[in-house]
């Protein structure tokens, strides 16, 4: 029920050709079924909207190659923040 490619979220970055992304998630993903009643289980909560940005920052062990890490994020809606 929780392990399965029906309540996954696939996210890819970069500029490689589409097709080949879509050829990537067949050869992943084309032998598993559709679980109808997964995408109700697996839905991501509404986020509350803060009144001023925020950040964290986290030391870490830097990999193998020594570059740095570094993310940004918005929190997104399907309606208009209020």
């Known amino acids: ?4 490619p029906s309540n996954s979220r696939i996210y890819f970055y970069g500029d490689d050709p589409l097709p080949a992304r879509l050829e990537l998630l067949e050869d992943f993903l084309g032998e598993f079924e559709a ?4 995408r109700e289980e697996s839905k991501i909560q509404w986020q509350k909207k803060r009144d001023t940005p ?3 920052e986290q030391e870490y062990p830097a990999g193998q190659d020594g570059k740095p890490l570094m993310t940004v994020n918005w929190l997104v809606n399907d309606e208009i923040l209020k």
């Open 35 to 38: 679980l109808n009643q997964a």
């Open 1 to 4: 029920k929780f392990y399965h």
């Open 54 to 56: 925020w950040s964290i």
